[in-house]
């Protein structure tokens, strides 16, 4: 089984796949942030290295959910593939800050893949008002995130909301700005209820 955890920088996914992971006993699929050769380039100069970084992100997304189908364990995934060329690639592109030939590679690419991927078996979306995610952003201190721009978070923020409005998979919908899940148990315990009345509800 496949279960996806997505949303916007800072909304929150790392914190909920890792609870969520201990609290069923999934194996959880980390974003690769850290080991990320072109994520501090990438936020020094958008423009510049837009594109490498998004193949390197399409590249190892592709490679997990490849893995992730041939496994009898239950993985679960901090961000999808989707994410990748629906909110992050576009939106660069949308920007300015990636070139409409290196889009449109990076969409042939990404639509070459989709030929090969299913739908997660569950997609958790967190769905974090602009205020929150700066303010968590802000919160975890990463150095090389302290220069995200307001609207670029913004531009991410409404193709969210445009991929999940059209999204057809089992879905489910966690405010993140309301549901505080890494600060609350009782928090924790909404978003776990709404998890098995989907997963393994009666009527699911």
């Known amino acids: 089984m496949h279960i996806a955890v997505a949303g916007n920088i800072g909304c929150g996914k790392t914190t909920l796949t890792r609870m969520l992971a201990k609290r069923y006993g999934w194996e959880p699929r980390y974003e690769p942030v850290d080991n990320n050769p072109y994520l501090a380039d990438f936020y020094a100069d958008m423009e510049r290295w837009s594109y490498n970084l998004q193949i390197y992100f399409l590249n190892k997304r592709f490679k997990e959910v490849v893995e992730i189908s041939k496994t009898d364990k239950v993985i679960i995934q901090d961000r999808t593939i989707f994410e990748d060329a629906r909110i992050f690639a576009t939106n660069l592109h949308n920007q300015g800050m990636m070139s409409d030939r290196d889009f449109q590679t990076y969409e042939e690419l990404f639509e070459l893949m989709m030929s090969l991927v299913r739908l997660p078996d569950l997609m958790i979306y967190i769905r974090s008002s602009i205020p929150t995610l700066v ?70």
Request: proline content about 3%; overall charge negative.
């Open 135 to 204: 303010a968590q952003i802000q919160k975890r201190g990463r150095e090389y995130e302290q220069t995200i721009r307001i609207d670029y978070l913004k531009g991410l923020s409404d193709l969210y909301e445009k991929w999940i409005d059209t999204y057809t998979g089992p879905l489910i919908i966690v405010d993140g700005d309301t549901v505080k899940f890494g600060e609350s148990p009782e928090a924790f315990q909404q978003v776990t209820d709404m998890i098995d009345a989907k997963l393994f509800g009666l009527f699911s």
